[in-house]
């Protein structure tokens, strides 16, 4: 069985794949692995790093695809990347096919099999394959570090003889793995932080990091949690109550990190003008969800906006990518670990009864058969 990692080309893409680490664990297990030369380069891997755990470099993208069974990536394949997958062939990675339909129906077309990493269940037995959570860890912990580097000031509180700097105020909207890595990270650089979530079982996590819960609590508040432990889009009622809130809240805040995202929607505006505008100068505000829309009125991706009142957005793209060798690393894992158990004397076969196959499988056999985007019979 031939695994085939080829160089990421999207814009801001600098992660990879897979790592010598899992090039090695991969071999062992009876699988050869081609990687095309440079992939590795943006993450910190040359291609001798590669060739010494085993694999083979290939020149280029056609090269590297040709013949290979399973194709590992971190993007979805461009248009242009599509055209040399081959029927047959299974694709992993983070497809995106809410915001490109067109490349998982270009798949479909090809017969190429294409598997979705970012639908992995969110159960206990997928925990340790689940690309969200490892990098949005990341995007949490550098979403801060980019804050702290942005803003003018200190974020500890320090006792000097020419007199006392005060801490930094953070907030943090929206608690899930990346804004709870970002309460941490704030904590551990000495900053008073605070956070909110419209899920209620988040409460009790933030105080456990020493930060304090800024919510509307409410019965709405209490039911505001899918059972697969997402956050349900609340009412305007709701929304009106808790912007009113926060508005009164982030006029004090020094930096603010926003985090909330909708699965398969526009991310949801959290930070309006109005409140932008009711922040001191040199306030920092970095929206992870900039990819998305935005959670924050104003935001740019890409760039750092400064407002007429002297407040910095940062759209900032990729952010698990300012940090590749980590997050790549941490990638290749979920999908070794994913794959690595369909491994076994006969060689390389899915189950497609499995529940995490079922979970993630975008397309077979040129047909889109995920059901939340394969066309539905007439009744």
Not at 17 to 30: D, M
Not at 209 to 219: P, S, Y
Not at 221 to 231: N, P
């Amino acid at each position: 069985m031939k695994i085939a990692i080829p160089k990421e080309t999207r814009d801001h893409e600098t992660r990879v794949a897979a790592v010598p680490e899992t090039v090695k664990k991969f071999i062992k297990l009876g699988a050869e692995v081609v990687v095309q030369s440079g992939a590795g380069l943006t993450a910190s891997v040359p291609d001798a790093e590669y060739e010494a755990a085993g694999a083979t470099v290939a020149k280029t993208y056609a090269q590297t695809l040709k013949g290979a069974d399973v194709i590992l990536k971190i993007q979805a394949p461009t248009e242009a990347e599509l055209k040399s997958l081959a029927k047959g062939q299974k694709l992993f990675c983070s497809m995106q096919p809410y915001t490109l339909p067109e490349i998982m129906a270009g798949c479909a077309e090809r017969g190429v099999d294409a598997f979705a990493m970012e639908f992995m269940p969110r159960i206990t037995r997928a925990q340790s394959m689940d690309v969200l959570s490892s990098q949005s860890n990341l995007a949490g912990y550098r979403a801060v570090i980019e804050g702290a580097a942005a803003y003018g000031r200190a974020m500890p509180q320090m006792m000097t003889a020419a007199g006392t700097v005060a801490p930094a105020k953070v907030f943090v909207m929206g608690v899930g793995v990346a804004g709870l890595q970002a309460i941490a990270t704030a904590r551990r650089l000495g900053a008073i932080v605070t956070a909110t979530d419209v899920r209620p079982a988040t409460e009790e996590q933030v105080q456990s990091l020493g930060a304090k819960f800024i919510a509307v609590k409410n019965e709405e508040f209490e039911q505001a949690q899918t059972s697969g432990g997402y956050a349900k889009e609340m009412s305007d009622d709701y929304k009106k109550q808790q912007a009113e809130l926060v508005a009164g809240h982030i006029a004090k805040q020094d930096i603010v990190v926003t985090t909330a995202l909708i699965p398969g929607r526009k991310a949801p505006i959290l930070v309006t003008s109005a409140m932008v505008a009711s922040m001191r100068p040199g306030s920092i505000i970095v929206d992870l969800a900039v990819e998305q829309g935005g959670n924050v009125e104003g935001v740019v991706l890409g760039e750092n906006v400064v407002t007429d009142n002297g407040v910095t957005l940062l759209g900032l793209p990729n952010i698990p990518g300012r940090m590749a060798a980590d997050s790549s690393a941490l990638y290749s894992r979920n999908h070794y670990n994913f794959l690595s158990p369909f491994f076994g004397e006969g060689g390389f076969a899915l189950d497609p009864e499995d529940e995490l196959v079922k979970g993630i499988q975008l397309t077979k056999d040129g047909e889109i058969i995920h059901p939340n985007f394969a066309k539905k019979e007439d009744a």
